[in-house]
């Protein structure tokens, strides 16, 4: 069963149940997941990897607004961003510890031989296929940073 075959399935369940929370942000992946799939020149059908970019892409967006509302003193509706957020969460994988991110870290800078932030890039390219979607970018980049200055 692929992740919109998924998603869709709990969709219904989620509609069945009226759980106006779960429907409403499955309706907006899957929504998220066909743009993606007819942009561009030629329609394609998207593989797992690709539609878990877009759901974590989507959850990246709820993160930020609950924090934005947050800012902004507006805490309803940052309640339903998180809400939505914690939807979203369970289609993607566990995220790294920090302890396990620093892990990975020290072995792709083993891996490269590196030693000053030039070499950064080479790091972050052995990297990123390992970590696909299990922590942030930001994350990521903070640690490869904090390894290779010290």
């Known amino acids: 069963m692929t992740l ?26 899957l929504a998220a997941i066909t743009n993606a799939e007819v942009a561009g020149d030629t329609a394609k ?7 878990l970019k877009v759901v974590t892409k989507e959850a990246k967006k709820r993160k930020e607004a609950a924090e934005a509302y947050d800012g902004a003193g507006r805490s309803e509706l940052a309640e339903q961003e998180r809400a ?24 792709a800078v083993a891996e490269t031989g590196a030693t000053n ?22 994350k990521v980049a903070a640690a490869v940073k904090r390894a290779l200055s010290s």
């Open 4 to 29: 919109k075959q998924t998603l869709q399935s709990d969709l219904n369940q989620a509609m069945k149940a009226r759980d106006k929370v779960a429907a409403g942000t499955l309706r907006m992946a």
């Open 45 to 51: 059908e998207l593989s797992d990897d690709e539609m």
């Open 84 to 107: 939505e957020l914690a939807v979203l969460e369970k289609y993607l994988p566990a995220q790294l510890s920090d302890a396990e991110l620093d892990q990975m870290v020290a072995e």
């Open 117 to 138: 932030m030039g070499a950064m890039g080479n790091v972050m390219k052995i990297l990123q296929p390992k970590i696909a979607g299990r922590a942030d970018g930001g």
